[in-house]
């Protein structure tokens, strides 16, 4: 590369930088850093040529602090990443306590409220009639908490109190649960025989891998018509008798088929594990039986 010897400094290392990056546009700031760089220079030759000192032996004499000085700038670079790292989670840690915080608040109101229509001495929650304001607010309130909460735990905490209250008993409920969000629910081991889960949604959210826990779970003669139980875990849950007609249980995990045709009292309209109607489960299983 031939070097025009009636340039500046400045432009001869403009026209170097283009020559080694031909698509290189420097900015604003490179630029300004290019011309520090090349007075620099330009001011070391100067001062060098009246002690014989060249600009090779100025490079060798300034290429040690020069690199510390650029391991400084690398590693004050690295400690203010990590540093803004450390200060982003922080902000999500501070967000889901707060999260976590709200909703635990929003349960205990929920559960002061409910105590309070129980306890009222004039219309309590227990003897309302199915037409009863009273219950409509309660509903009301059930189905706002439950799709408020996104903890497996606090939603069992909403149906064990349900349950323990007498509220979400079979042939009596108090608390109509129809359309209830309660997917990734835990509710392993729990006792909900003869209750009245019609219509409830215990589908597993796949987005987030939660699944509705019912595993070893008390479901005896439970009342489950129209529940979409998707993707929900029922290994060794307990069915039998339960009313499941026209539940959706495509892809339950821990029962197949035949278990389910075995401990379950109602099944017409049923979607079963397989994702067959039972009905044709059913034709399916027989046509097995004559061929054989």
């Known amino acids: 590369m031939a070097v025009d010897q009636e340039k500046n400094p400045q432009e001869r290392a403009l026209e170097l930088v283009r020559w080694l990056v031909p698509d290189w546009r420097p900015n604003s700031q490179q630029i300004l850093w290019i011309i520090r760089i090349a007075i620099v220079l330009s001011l070391l030759v100067a001062i060098g040529y009246s002690y014989g000192i060249t600009l090779w032996d100025w490079i060798k004499l300034l290429v040690v602090p020069a690199a510390i000085a650029a391991g400084g700038l ?29 909703q635990d608040e929003a349960l205990q109101a929920y559960l002061g409220q409910m105590g309070q229509l129980l306890l009222e001495k004039e219309r309590p929650l227990r003897l309302s009639k199915e037409d009863d304001e009273i219950r409509t607010l309660a509903r009301a309130w059930t189905l706002t908490v439950l799709e408020t909460l996104d903890g497996g735990r606090r939603k069992r905490r909403v149906l064990r109190f349900l349950y323990e209250s007498g509220l979400i008993s079979k042939g009596s409920a108090v608390v109509d649960l129809t359309k209830a969000d309660l997917r990734g629910a835990e509710l392993r081991g729990a006792d909900l025989s003869e209750v009245a889960l019609s219509g409830i949604d ?41 009313d499941l007609r026209g539940a959706n249980l495509q892809g ?41």
């Open 74 to 102: 690398w590693f004050n670079r690295q400690q203010q990443e990590r540093q803004r790292e450390d200060n982003q989670q922080q902000q999500e840690r501070g967000l889901e306590i707060e999260n976590q915080r709200a």
């Open 252 to 292: 339950i995990k821990g029962i197949i088929n035949e278990e389910l045709e075995r401990q379950a009292g109602l099944l017409e309209g049923t979607t079963m594990p397989n994702g067959q109607k039972y009905e044709e489960w059913l034709k399916d299983k027989a046509g097995r039986r004559e061929t054989r």
């Open 202 to 242: 215990l589908r597993g959210e796949e987005t987030t891998l939660e699944f509705a826990t019912l595993v070893g779970a008390d479901l005896r003669r439970a009342h489950l018509r129209r529940a979409h139980l998707r993707e929900a875990n029922l290994l060794a849950a307990d069915l039998s008798g339960a």
